[in-house]
């Protein structure tokens, strides 16, 4: 047995094998990124390095150590990993407490008990503040991995106390690299390198589910059509994309973000190959009837949404109605 290869990332790699060499290892880290860009991978990576029992640091994780074995299985007592709510995608309180219970046990074969949480930006205020006490007061014997989208919806009183580890998107070659190495031949998976916009979760998971394809050409025709849309139309779609959890609402304007960009590089004639090749007629169409400052526009808008307003407390359908009315309106439609 053996691990799946890690693709990109070779900073924060490399940062913590030599925090891990010298033995200087914090007790918590708070690893960003925008979704599906390898939080999870890298995090699983390095519990694994911290429990592997090759006595040599620079062969960990070996995968072939009894706790490797119990790693590479996915049931090894002193991993936890703790997941949103599929109903409200967000980190509960008593499931923060539950883990306090699990990690404040000695660990049961490994020098550590590794938590991950996921989507920790996403978790109840009473949840951040339960795992507070954790990290003013850490067991020796435990580390906490905490993956985010943003640091800006976690409390100060808690990114102080994590190491922060930023992920970026990866090179579109390690992304296409990625993807051969998975079975996708050269043009395909060229096309889902691009169409991923650095994204390696995003792409693997593009090439085997096909769904993923599927679902971001109805994200895609959404904008398409509010963009062509009226105001009123505009608001109805307000209305519905409020009713979805701010996980999967996060994924939907990522991606809305992506297209918008493409519209603000067309629009100024940039050398810069579109992320959305696959979308190139109406992109076309498009940047025909909207002007370089209204794409730019748009596409602050979303990202202000994105980056800030997702994170606060403010009404999501007022917020997302305030963002479409930022959106250029095309010609022959007229706002009413």
Known sequence: MSYPKLYGHETIVEFLRKRLVNNRHRHAYLISGVPQIGKMALAQRFAATLQCEHEEMGERPCGVCASCHLLLGGNHPDLIIARADEKTGAIKIDAIRELMRTIALKPYSSPYRVAILENFDNAQDRAQDALLKTLEEPPPHVVLLLL???????????????????????????VKQALMDSGADDQHAALLAQLSAGRIGWALGALHQPETLEHRTQILEALENALKGRLAERFQLAEELAKYDKVELRLMLDIWQTYLRDLVLLAHRSPVLPCNLDRMPVLEELVQQI???????????????????LYTNANVRLALEVMLMDYPVTPGKVRR
């Open 148 to 174: 985010v989208s943003s640091p800006k919806s976690v409390l100060s009183t808690i990114t102080s106390r994590c190491q922060s580890l930023p992920l970026r998107p990866l090179p579109l070659e390690t």
């Open 291 to 309: 002007s370089p400052d209204a794409a730019l526009k748009a596409l602050q808008a979303t990202h202000y949404l994105l980056e800030d307003t």
